[in-house]
């Protein structure tokens, strides 16, 4: 079975500054696509970012971007220039490509991402 | 262009009443996935539907039902209601049936306190 991990229950950075959010996954499928989601306080799941496993390059959207390094599985968040309104909690999900019920999304804990002034 | 609405936001009820939620996915979109998302066991997937049929189900028990309508809108209802089941309820909708590419977008929630 799928599994996401999130080793950070909670990360500080200061504002401006770059922080990276960790992601492990484990799964035997070679097709998969990985996704970051934001949930601020409202408890609306933002979606961030995507990545699939047979993508050659990192994915960037604007001020996020994905560190992915399939041999690790590992896909960790990057968010540049961090602001105030960052500050949300952080979920790594994994979707699989082999079909059924395989293409339910699997989160990780999530990380409490806290940015300061 | 609407998000995805769900209906109510909040709700209180008591150990053994039933509830039913609700959750209008995007205009256009086909496909409705409801997630519960607790302290203790993160989010967990509870059902998808995609044209009014149950496509995949997650490991609840029969408790947990839903249904999807021929405009897709889908309502989620939780019977014989046990303290466990305080949650945020969450309604992704996408336009078609999930792969592994596709992006789900999310609702607000509602928030259930089961007293």
């Known amino acids: 079975a799928q599994k996401i991990t999130q080793t950070q229950p909670g990360m500080f950075v200061q504002e401006k500054e770059a922080v990276t959010l960790d992601c492990t996954y484990d799964?035997?499928?070679?097709?998969?696509?990985l996704f970051w989601y934001k949930q601020p306080s409202s408890g609306e799941m933002i979606f961030l970012i995507y990545?699939?496993?047979?993508?050659?390059q990192n994915a960037t959207e604007g001020r996020y971007s994905l560190n992915f390094q399939k041999a690790r599985k590992s896909a960790n968040l990057v968010i540049s220039a961090s602001q105030l309104g960052d500050s949300a909690m952080y979920f790594c999900?994994?979707?699989?490509?082999?079909?059924?019920?395989?293409?339910?999304?699997?989160f990780g804990k999530g990380t409490l991402l806290t940015v300061n002034p | 262009k609407a998000g995805v609405t769900q209906t109510p936001r909040y709700l209180i009820k008591t150990r053994g009443q039933q509830v039913t939620l609700s959750c209008s996915p995007i205009?256009?979109?086909?496909?409705v996935s409801w997630y519960q998302q607790t302290p203790g066991q993160g989010l967990q997937f509870l059902f998808e539907?995609?044209?009014?049929?149950?496509?995949n189900k997650g490991n609840f028990p029969g408790r947990f039902s839903g249904r999807q309508f021929s405009n897709s809108r889908s309502e989620m209802n939780v019977s014989t209601l046990e303290l466990g089941d305080s949650a945020l309820y969450l309604c992704?909708?996408?336009?078609?049936?999930?792969?592994?590419?596709?992006?789900?977008?999310f609702g607000q929630g509602t928030r259930l306190t089961v007293v």
């Open positions: 992704a909708s996408s336009l078609a049936p999930p792969r592994r590419n596709t992006e789900a977008f």
């Open positions: 539907y995609f044209s009014e049929t149950q496509r």
């Open positions: 990545q699939g496993s047979y993508d050659q």
């Open positions: 999900a994994m979707r699989m490509g082999s079909g059924g019920s395989n293409y339910k999304l699997t």
């Open positions: 799964t035997s499928d070679p097709s998969y696509g």
């Open positions: 205009s256009g979109h086909r496909s």
